[in-house]
Each structure stands twice: as structure tokens, then as C-alpha cells.
């Protein structure tokens, strides 16, 4: 092989590797916010329309005040006031969590649209001030490497920090305990002389945290101020999958968010090449997001059996 | 006549029917407060809302179309909900429906439409029941999550039918982008209400719902899918295949969708485009989520929210009030459903702690009286 084609490949490789970090920041920061309700026993479908709401707001909020650090911390708040929201129909008034998480996707797109035609009259935002990249100075120096980490925008390395503060909090701090506790054995935790419900409170509100923060890095890092009705396109589904392949930990969850990325960024490559369909290629995060379900599930299954025959095998020997 | 009256008061939960009216009223006055904040004329809107389904014929019979859609969707997941199976993924089954039957009418397009026809029904059933037989036998042997699998399902299913109507299957003038062929004019329901979108095909839907209802309500069949959805276990020890049950409840729930679709390039649309369904399917959802997956009130929900619906598209045109106040009132309908319980429990709760501390009281005075 000549010089030419090699460079050519590792061209290649190291934008698809960045387009992998790109790809992955959104459904990662909602993961993270999905894990914590999934640990405190919520399952949150809503994700996708606390996404949409958060990305809506951190636009409408960065066009009106002109700056995005602005629109991004309204996300926060809107992000809390929808966690609340959240929290008190699925835990006060103890209602469905799947119809509440329905109802809440078709919500964030009723409400949005029509704020957003009433308000800028048109379905959609653009040319808010958003986030510019930022280049690291000396790590974009660095041949391959460099072009892989350098140039994201700010949510991109804000999430990585964010993944090991939430393992650190979820495993090494008394709350997060007490939040996988109100999950797993609530009644354990009222006997300890804590609130399960309390708990599933600030569960909810972090993940309406993390959602929002989503929803600003989509609409104003990811698409350079932009918001559509469509943009969100199922993260919030997605990053529900990437919560259940990580078994709702917080390094395992990135990890799987990565790996979307990663079939994400391909089918960007192949549709760039022009050799495949973009229909076809875009189809290709949904599908193996169905595949790697389908593997999780099943393997999940065996370790459970392979240790019960274990198990068995052991009182027998006895 | 006195023990109809008798029968159909123990028939009717009025409990439910108040629940749905106050919800009803709360979701318009959100509505009115949210028209007025965003500087809306709010009289003239909500009489727009209302009324503007009745306003002309086509509005009629378009309204009336959309309240079978969203009837049979609603049926469709009933149908799922029933057996303990949530069919999210309607909204695929129901475009890939809608591209198969528009597809084989244009292979087909030589034929008499005595064929043709049901050759598309049939296509259109195949498709939409394989597509949900998916999730549906995921979760029966492997355990994987459908609401998960249907809605990626969903999103596949999107890019599927984007790239057959924009490739191999597009019409070739270069003129269109991605829609297919026109369909023969003779294959083409005969409206019942000219210029609208109001075909006979609202009395195969009426049939079908019938059937439906009859099914889930009235036979061995149903009350066993009642079974399976309400206890799984116990539906097995009772000698119940409810494996089975699951995956062709699942099955007939797709083959639902799948019609639905066909019904709406084969009555209204004439082609299959990209806005054959405009979430359509989870529109439906929602219908039977307040309805809490029982037919009749499905079928009555669904004209209520098929009159706000076309009521809404009526405002836009006339008050120029953006259509998405009609999911922003839909989904406070839910939430007002879904809260209602809960409100209600802590109500009688309250009341309960209230006469409780009453009868202490009470005896502790009545114990001061002994001593």
C-alpha cells in the first residue's frame, strides 16, 4: 500500500472517530439522567420529549437574551421543573410511568411548535448564538489524536467529567445509595428511616437535569443554534436502550452511547461515500440499537442461569 | 324498559365518565389560558375549535375519517394492552402498510379492482402483521422489552418506506420526489361524502371495530387475553397457551395498523407519500390510554378528540391559532386521567385520616367521662 491511501485511512478513521464523540454527547447526557430514574424504579420513556423541551428553551432563551450561556442555564431550570413535573405523576400521584412518558413526548411536541410559531412565527429556530468549538492547545497537535479530541464543543468534555461524577456519585456517596435503594427494596429504605419517595424526587429531577442539558448541547452545540421539531429523532429512546445495555452504570452506559455513536458516525461516512442509500444508512443506529438489546437481554439470561446451576450444584455437592 | 335502564347503569362507571368530563374541562381551560397568554382571541378560537368540525361537509366527513383512524389505531393497541403487549410500533406497521398496498395497486394497475383490492388488504395485513410479529415474538421468547424494540421498529420502518418511495418505487416523473405512482381512479374507495376524506372505507372500519369489540368483550378468546395480560402465570397454570396468546394479539394488533394505512391511501391519499400518517398511530395510543384499553369508550374518545382535531386545523385556518394546541389539550386530557387517581387516593386518604383522629378523639373522650 502507498502513502497516499494510508493517510487517506487514517483520515477516514479520525473523523469518523470524531464524528463517534459528536454523536455520542447527546444520548449520553440524557443516559446519564435515565440511569438515575431507572435506579430509583422509573421507567422513563419521556426522555425523548424532556430532550426536545430542553433543546427548545435553550434556543428560544439564547435568541431572545442573545447568549447562549444564558439559554443553556434556562435549560437547567426548565430541566428541573419538568423532573418535577415528572416526579409528581409518577411518584405522588402514583399514575402510569409509561402512559406519563407518552403523554410528555406528544407534549413537548404540541407545546413547542406552537410556542415557537406564536412566538418567532415559524416551526422552527435558527441562527441562535450558540457554542463554538473549542480547540485544546496542545493536544490538537497531536497527529491522530488530536483531530479526534480536539474541536468539540464544550458538552462534549463536559459529559465526560459528568460520567465519572455521576459513578462517583451513584457508588460512593450516601444519596446515591439511598436512590438505588428506593428502587430495588423501598420498604428496606423506610425501615432504614429514609424517604423512598424523596429519593425518586431527586432522581426525577436530575434526569430532567441531564435531559435539558441534552437538549441545549443538540440545539446549540451540536446544530449550531438551531431547533426543528423533528431533531431530536428517538435519542430519547435510544439513551433509554444505552441505560438498560449499561445495566444503568454510569461507565457502562457512556460506553454504550459510544457505541451508537460509533454506527452513527459510519452511516455518515457511508452516506457521504454515496455507495449505500442515506435512507438505508441512517436506519443503521435504530437497528443494531435492536441488536445489541436483543444480545444484552439474552446474555443477561444466561449469566443469571449459569450461576443458579452453580448455585444448585453446590447444595448438591453438600 | 326499567331493566335496561337498571343494566345499563350498572354497565356505565360513572366514576370514569366524571373523571373524563372534569378532564375534558381542565384540558380546554389549559388550552384557554394558553391561547390567551400567546394573544390569541379566545372566544373566537375555542368556537373555532369546537364548532369547526361542523362548519361544512368536508370538514365533516374529514372529521369523521380521522375519528376511524384513530379508532382503529386505538382498537389496534387495546387489542395488544389486553394481552399484556404494548404495541408502540403502530406508526410503522401503518406507513409500511400504506406503501405496500399503494405499491401493489401500481403492479397490479391492469387489473380489475376485484383484485387488486384485496390483493393490497392482503399485502397491507401481511406487512403490518410481520412487522409487529417482531417485537412480539422478542419479547415472548427472549424477554426484550417491545416498547423499546417498536419504537426503533418505528424509525426503520420511516427510513424503509423514505427509501423505497424515493428509489425503486418512485413515480417516475421527474417531477415528484418520493412519492409512489397514482393509483387507477377505479381502484379508489367511492366517497360517501364528495370532496372530503370520507370513503366506504368507514364501514369495513365499522365492521372491523364491531368484531373487535365482540372478540375482546364477548368470547373465550378475549376473556382468555384478558387473562394473559392481567396474570401471565396464573393464564399458564390455567392451561392457557399464553405465549401464543401474546405474539397473535401482537400479530393482530400490526395487521390493524397495516390496514389502517392501507385505508388511507386507498380512500383519501391515492398514493403513498411521506404524510400519509402524521403520528397518527400514537395519536391512537393516546386514545386508548384514556379510554384505559376498553373499546367502547376508545371508540367514543376517538370521535371526541377527531372533532377537536379538525376543529383545530379549522382554527388555523380561520383564527390562525397554530394546530399544536390540539396535542398540548390532548395530552392534559392524559395527564388530568392519569392524576385522577392519584388525587383521588389522596382525597380518601385524607378523609380517612380525618375520621380517624375524629374516633380518637372521641374516645378519648369518652374515656375521660369513665374516669
Known amino acids: ?318 | 324498559m326499567k331493566a335496561f335502564f337498571l343494566r345499563l347503569k350498572q354497565k356505565l362507571d360513572f366514576g370514569y365518565l366524571v373523571a373524563l368530563l372534569i378532564s375534558l374541562g381542565v384540558a380546554l381551560l389549559i388550552g384557554t389560558v394558553i391561547l390567551t397568554v400567546t394573544g390569541f382571541d379566545t372566544g373566537k378560537a375555542l368556537g373555532a375549535l369546537i364548532g369547526g368540525s361542523f362548519s361544512s361537509r368536508q370538514y365533516f366527513g374529514n372529521m369523521l375519517e380521522y375519528a376511524m383512524v384513530l379508532c382503529l389505531c386505538g382498537l389496534a393497541c387495546d387489542v395488544g394492552s389486553r394481552a399484556g403487549i404494548f404495541n408502540v410500533g403502530g406508526e410503522g406497521q401503518l406507513i409500511l402498510g400504506a406503501l405496500f398496498a399503494a405499491q401493489i395497486g401500481v403492479w397490479l394497475k391492469d387489473a380489475s379492482p376485484w383484485i387488486a383490492i384485496p390483493c393490497a388488504a392482503l399485502g397491507a395485513v401481511l406487512v403490518g402483521g410481520f412487522y409487529a410479529f417482531i417485537p412480539g415474538v422478542l419479547k415472548v421468547k427472549l424477554k426484550v422489552n417491545e416498547v423499546i424494540t417498536t419504537i426503533m421498529l418505528n424509525s426503520v420502518a420511516v427510513f424503509i418506506c423514505g427509501y423505497f418511495s424515493k428509489g425503486p418505487w418512485k413515480n417516475p416523473s421527474p417531477r415528484v420526489v418520493s412519492d409512489t405512482s397514482p393509483l387507477d381512479r377505479s381502484f379508489m374507495f367511492s366517497k360517501l361524502i364528495p370532496s372530503s376524506n370520507l370513503s366506504t372505507a368507514i364501514i369495513v372500519s365499522a365492521v372491523l371495530t364491531f368484531l373487535v369489540w365482540y372478540i375482546l368483550q364477548k368470547t373465550t378468546k378475549g376473556y382468555e387475553m384478558r387473562l394473559t395480560g392481567d396474570n401471565p402465570r396464573f393464564a399458564r397454570f390455567a392451561g392457557i397457551k399464553a405465549d401464543r396468546i401474546v405474539i397473535v394479539a401482537m400479530v393482530i394488533s400490526g395487521m390493524m395498523c397495516g390496514l389502517v394505512g392501507m385505508f388511507r391511501v386507498y380512500g383519501a391519499a391515492g398514493k403513498y407519500q411521506s404524510s400519509i400518517s402524521n403520528d397518527y398511530y400514537f395519536e391512537g395510543l393516546m386514545v386508548a390510554m384514556i379510554a384505559q384499553y376498553q373499546p367502547i369508550p376508545t371508540i367514543i374518545i376517538s370521535l371526541i378528540f377527531a372533532i377537536l382535531r379538525w376543529g383545530a386545523i379549522f382554527m388555523e385556518d380561520t383564527v390562525g391559532v397554530p394546530i399544536q394546541i390540539y396535542w398540548i389539550i390532548q395530552t392534559a386530557v392524559i395527564f388530568c386521567m392519569a392524576g385522577e387517581k392519584g388525587v383521588r387516593a389522596a382525597i380518601h386518604k385524607a378523609r380517612e385520616t380525618r375520621a380517624a383522629k375524629r374516633e380518637i378523639e372521641k374516645r378519648r373522650e369518652g374515656g375521660a367521662v369513665r374516669e
Open chain 1, 1 to 318: 500500500m502507498n502513502e497516499n491511501s494510508w493517510s487517506n485511512i487514517l483520515t477516514v478513521a479520525s473523523s469518523t472517530l470524531n464524528q463517534m464523540l459528536r454523536s455520542a454527547t447527546p444520548v449520553a447526557l440524557a443516559a446519564l439522567g435515565g440511569l438515575m430514574t431507572e435506579h430509583a424504579g422509573i421507567m422513563n420513556i419521556g426522555m425523548d420529549g424532556m430532550i426536545l423541551m430542553g433543546a427548545f428553551t435553550a434556543a428560544a432563551v439564547s435568541t431572545a437574551l442573545m447568549s447562549a450561556a444564558l439559554g443553556i442555564v434556562a435549560s437547567v431550570i426548565f430541566g428541573i421543573l419538568v423532573g418535577l413535573f415528572f416526579a409528581l405523576f409518577t411518584v405522588k400521584l402514583r399514575s402510569d410511568e409509561f402512559i406519563i412518558g407518552c403523554a410528555l413526548n406528544t407534549f413537548a411536541m404540541g407545546i413547542t411548535v406552537y410556542l415557537s410559531r406564536s412566538l418567532f412565527d415559524s416551526a422552527g429556530i435558527s441562527n441562535a448564538p450558540h457554542l463554538h468549538n473549542i480547540s485544546i492547545p496542545l493536544i490538537r497537535n497531536i497527529p491522530f489524536l488530536g483531530s479526534v479530541v480536539s474541536g468539540h464543543s464544550l458538552f462534549v468534555y463536559l459529559t465526560w467529567a459528568f460520567v465519572i461524577l455521576m459513578w462517583l456519585f451513584v457508588y460512593r456517596t450516601p444519596v446515591g445509595f439511598w436512590i438505588r435503594a428506593s428502587g430495588e427494596s423501598p420498604e428496606t429504605l423506610r425501615t432504614a428511616g429514609r424517604n423512598p419517595e424523596r429519593m425518586k424526587w431527586i432522581a426525577s429531577i436530575l434526569c430532567g437535569v441531564f435531559c435539558g442539558l441534552a437538549g441545549a448541547h443538540l440545539s446549540l452545540g451540536n446544530l449550531n443554534g438551531q431547533f426543528g421539531q423533528r431533531m431530536v429523532a428517538g435519542r430519547g429512546y435510544i439513551a433509554f436502550a444505552c441505560v438498560i445495555f449499561g445495566g444503568a452504570n454510569p461507565v457502562k452506559v457512556f460506553a454504550a452511547a459510544l457505541m451508537f455513536g460509533f454506527f452513527d458516525a459510519i452511516g455518515l461516512q457511508l452516506q457521504s461515500s454515496k455507495l449505500v442509500d442515506p435512507d438505508l444508512t441512517s436506519a443503521i443506529p435504530y437497528v443494531i440499537t435492536i441488536i445489541m438489546m436483543v444480545y444484552v437481554v439474552v446474555s443477561g439470561q444466561r449469566r443469571r442461569e449459569r450461576i443458579a446451576k452453580q448455585q444448585l450444584k453446590k447444595l448438591e455437592l453438600k
